[in-house]
């Protein structure tokens, strides 16, 4: 007797600055899940209550104000990076949340008490991913595909794939974040182009000049970004902008 194997259901992580979202391919087409409160984009925060309980996403965003010392976001700016490198240097300055050397010359970060390496809160929002493909798909999810910024190094890239196998996914391949983007631009053009792909996150601001074959696939020219020109920067500015008015007029 022949027996088939079905092969497994392999998602797609956006695992972004400030949010996250999982896609899935459904009919040869490329469809983006929403969790259950609806939306399409889950907040990359994560929080440890007063009671000790972990929430993540909206319910984490709101921790924000009540309990900023304990919600953690934007930490992956930190991924894969050393303590003394100036990234993190600079979010010594701007955190709420402690951070702390690891034994490794690492950046960790402490909540409650407990100190939690970068891929462990990373993996918490691939967890949160895998876990509402598994919703929403009604079958277990082990392998996926996992973006990130064009400029990753290796270490932050190995730091991607440790964060996923804690969320007890197989990271199959690591795609550069512009890179997908060109794949689903690709996916409408019938002729040869050669691009260029901005990436204008809360976090990161990426721009890649991208060759699109639909006959031979997709060759990355040039690429380039800045991990502290984006959303979340612009916020601060604004409200250093609003702070130094407040000043101005008490």
């Known amino acids: 007797m022949l027996v088939t194997r079905r092969m497994s259901r392999v998602i797609g992580i956006d695992l972004g600055t400030t949010n996250c979202c999982v ?88 909540l409650r008490g407990k100190v939690h390496s970068i891929p462990e809160i990373a993996a918490v929002f691939l967890l949160e991913m895998r876990l509402l493909a598994e919703d929403q798909l009604g079958e277990a999810v082990e392998k996926a595909v996992v973006t990130v910024p064009a400029y990753f190094n290796d270490n932050q890239r190995q730091a991607v794939r440790d964060a996923g196998r804690i ?21 409408q053009i019938e002729s040869k182009k050669t691009i260029a792909v901005y990436d204008l996150g809360g976090g990161t601001f990426d721009v890649s000049i991208v060759n699109v074959d639909p006959e031979v696939g997709y060759e990355v020219i040039s690429t380039t970004g800045d991990s502290y020109l984006c959303g979340e920067d612009f916020d601060d500015r604004v409200m250093e902008l609003l702070l130094a008015k407040i000043d101005l007029l008490g």
């Open 23 to 110: 896609a899935t391919v459904a009919d040869g087409k490329p469809v983006v899940l929403a969790n259950k409160a609806g939306y399409k984009t889950t907040p990359s925060v994560v929080a440890i209550t007063e009671d000790g309980k972990r929430v993540v996403g909206q319910l984490a965003l709101r921790q924000q104000i009540s309990n900023p010392q304990h919600t953690v976001y934007a930490s992956k700016r930190l991924i894969g990076r050393t303590w003394s490198s100036p990234q993190v240097q600079h979010a010594l300055k701007t955190c709420a949340y402690k951070l702390v050397q690891g034994a490794n010359d690492d950046v960790r970060i402490e």
């Open 167 to 187: 969320a007890g996914l197989d990271v199959l391949r690591i795609l550069n974040e512009p890179t997908a983007a060109a794949i689903a631009y690709g996916f």
